[in-house]
T-cell receptor, first 115, second 117 residues
Framework: KAGVTQTPRYLIKTRGQQVTLSCSPI?????VSWYQQTPGQGLQFLFE???????NKGNFPGRFSGRQFSNSRSEMNVSTLELGDSALYLC??????????????FGPGTRLTVL | AQKVTQAQTEISVVEKEDVTLDCVYE???????LFWYKQPPSGELVFLIR??????QNEISGRYSWNFQKSTSSFNFTITASQVVDSAVYFC??????????????FGTGTLLAVQP
């Protein structure tokens, strides 16, 4: 079974631009979560989607948004990029999520650099 | 508040040594789940183990073993006879049902393990 895939793997943007990252979960998995990893803040939860609905959101500004499609694929968008948004963005999928019981499997991540 | 503490920032060992990575957690939940993930230089987080709060049985998988002790809120990870391929950052994580159903993982700060040949 194919794992979680994320595209693109690397991105370079400039301040003020916006960016869209994509995540395809493991086949059959319906929950997709996004995490941001930075040297200073570590791994932080961004949001979780299930059945095309955002089920939970972390403590990030409204510039960070996401969505999920009917095939469970998910995208996250960051508008008006700031230097501090430079990070590794990791997507994780699980069967149903939501209860804390599922195991989340992670993709390879998208490394975003904001200049 | 939910929190995971990995006090060891970096550990360096020589190949074939045993090494234990410490993890201490805090949670108000009576039902919760603990995880260990490995992050090699490529960046992907690789799932190693999940343990629920009702199961304190220790687990062994090859050279890996985990010791879960609710009395001390610890979930430690031991690698026996370490190998160079074990070099990575290891994260301990916690999830539960706090504030309603959520899949949110709370991660520790990670322990960088360097295994020297």
């Amino acid at each position: 079974k194919a794992g979680v895939t994320q595209t693109p793997r690397y991105l370079i943007k400039t301040r003020g631009q916006q960016v869209t990252l994509s995540c395809s979960p493991i086949s059959g998995h319906r929950s997709v979560s996004w995490y941001q990893q930075t040297p200073g803040q570590g791994l932080q939860f961004l949001f979780e989607y299930f059945s095309e609905t955002q089920r939970n959101k972390g403590n990030f500004p409204g510039r960070f948004s996401g969505r999920q499609f009917s095939n469970s694929r998910s995208e996250m968008n960051v508008s008006t990029l700031e230097l501090g948004d430079s990070a590794l963005y990791l997507c994780a999928s699980s069967l149903i999520g939501g209860t804390g019981t599922d195991t989340q499997y992670f993709g390879p991540g998208t490394r975003l650099t904001v200049l | 508040a939910q929190k995971v503490t990995q006090a060891q920032t970096e550990i360096s060992v020589v190949e074939k040594e045993d090494v234990t990575l410490d993890c201490v957690y805090e949670t108000r939940d009576t039902t919760y789940y603990l995880f260990w993930y490995k992050q090699p230089p490529s960046g992907e987080l690789v799932f190693l183990i999940r343990r629920n709060s009702f199961d304190e049985q220790n687990e062994i998988s090859g050279r890996y073993s985990w010791n879960f002790q609710k009395s001390t809120s610890s979930f430690n990870f031991t690698i026996t006879a370490s190998q160079v391929v074990d070099s990575a950052v290891y994260f301990c994580a916690l999830t539960g049902n706090y504030g309603g159903a959520t899949n949110k993982l709370i991660f520790g700060t990670g322990t960088l393990l360097a295994v020297q040949p």
